[in-house]
Nanobody
Framework: QVQLVESGGGLVQPGGSLRLSCAASGSIFSIRDMGWYRQAPGKQRELVATITSGGNTNYADSVKGRFTISRNNAKITVYLQMNSLKPEDTAVYYC???????????????WGQGTLVTVSS
């Protein structure tokens, strides 16, 4: 069993900052890429940012220059620093690890339960 647990969501004013964390736990042999997705009300889930185990990053155009993804491989944790937040960033943010190898050498696409970010004055 593998769990991804997000934290750090909440209510913030436009222009403010939040830092999301996602910690992986369970019977993990290895995790390659990790990333963040978001889903706003009435919209499809979309990619926000990804990071490889080597630290290479990729961002959606809508968040480039404002969001920063990072990870701590020793803690199996990925972070999303969100600055200059806008009302359109309001969404449930999900952590994803699409290629988890478990201790039983099974491959999983793991998702967290989501954390709500609301940007409003």
């Amino acid at each position: 069993q593998v769990q991804l647990v997000e934290s750090g969501g909440g209510l913030v004013q436009p222009g403010g900052s939040l830092r999301l964390s996602c910690a992986a736990s369970g019977s993990i042999f290895s995790i390659r890429d990790m990333g963040w997705y978001r889903q706003a009300p009435g919209k499809q889930r979309e990619l926000v940012a990804t990071i490889t185990s080597g630290g290479n990053t990729n961002y959606a155009d809508s968040v480039k220059g404002r969001f920063t993804i990072s990870r701590n491989n020793a803690k199996i944790t990925v972070y999303l620093q969100m600055n200059s937040l806008k009302p359109e960033d309001t969404a449930v943010y999900y952590c994803n690890a699409p290629d988890v190898i478990t201790s039983a050498l099974r491959r999983l696409d793991a998702w967290g339960q989501g954390t709500l970010v609301t940007v409003s004055s």
